[in-house]
Nanobody, 118 residues
Framework: QVQLVESGGGLVQAGGSLRLSCAAS????????MGWYRQAPGKQRELVAD???????NYADSVKGRFTISRDNAKNTVYLQMNSLKPEDTAVYYC????????????WGQGTQVTVSS
């Protein structure tokens, strides 16, 4: 069983920055996309950003220009650099790896709390 281990969450003041990391517990093959999602209290989980096998990136409108997703394929790690943080960015952030290697897979991290104070 593959585990995704997240790190980098915490408490930051509005306007500050955080960098989230997510690494797979073992080498994964056939990854089609890596992504970050978030869920605020009382709200549905939403896509923040993802990056495809080909390197194409996709961002939620609310984070465009402030967040940057990147990856290190050799380390099976995805990052989310978050700048100019706002209180409305407060949520639990989850990473996701999905792909196909013999069969389809869809792995999720345990979540890391990001809290932005005003």
């Amino acid at each position: 069983q593959v585990q995704l281990v997240e790190s980098g969450g915490g408490l930051v003041q509005a306007g500050g920055s955080l960098r989230l990391s997510c690494a797979a517990s073992r080498r994964l093959f056939g990854i089609n996309a890596m992504g970050w999602y978030r869920q605020a209290p009382g709200k549905q989980r939403e896509l923040v950003a993802d990056i495809t096998r080909g390197g194409n990136t996709n961002y939620a409108d609310s984070v465009k220009g402030r967040f940057t997703i990147s990856r290190d394929n050799a380390k099976n790690t995805v990052y989310l650099q978050m700048n100019s943080l706002k209180p409305e960015d407060t949520a639990v952030y989850y990473c996701n790896f999905r792909g196909v290697w013999g069969r389809a897979y869809d792995y999720w991290g345990q979540g890391t709390q990001v809290t932005v104070s005003s």
